[in-house]
Nanobody, 124 residues
Framework: QVQLVESGGGLVQPGGSLRLSCAASGSTLNSYGIGWFRQAPGKEREGVSCISSSSRSTYWVDSVKGRFTMSRDNSKNTVYLQMNSLKPEDTAVYYC?????????????????WGQGTQVTVSS
């Protein structure tokens, strides 16, 4: 069973950048597909991005295309979400999740392993 811990959230001005980390323990992330999700107050959790275990398959929700990138560092057992040109509507709690199937799914029900979340607030 893999355990996930997110970090890197915080308060940033519009147009700024943050890099979120999703560090794994208990298992290596090599075989897992990883998804990033976010949940704003009063809204459902939405899939932001995902990457397959091979890194050949990725997904981005339209609202973040061209602004967010995702990468894996298998040596550190960590996945990163680089967020640039942040907007107030990006404000949410961001979660990473892992699925042992290794595929890229933008749907929450595909994931059994979740981190505790990290708050991202974009405000001037």
């Amino acid at each position: 069973q893999v355990q996930l811990v997110e970090s890197g959230g915080g308060l940033v001005q519009p147009g700024g950048s943050l890099r979120l980390s999703c560090a794994a323990s208990g298992s290596t992330l090599n075989s897992y597909g990883i998804g990033w999700f976010r949940q704003a107050p009063g809204k459902e959790r939405e899939g932001v991005s995902c990457i397959s275990s091979s890194s050949r398959s990725t997904y981005w929700v339209d609202s973040v295309k061209g602004r967010f990138t995702m990468s894996r560092d298998n040596s550190k057992n960590t996945v990163y979400l680089q967020m640039n040109s942040l907007k107030p509507e990006d404000t949410a709690v961001y979660y990473c999740a892992a699925n042992f199937g290794g595929l890229c799914y933008p749907h929450t029900y595909r994931y059994m392993n979740w981190g505790q979340g990290t708050q991202v607030t974009v405000s001037s």
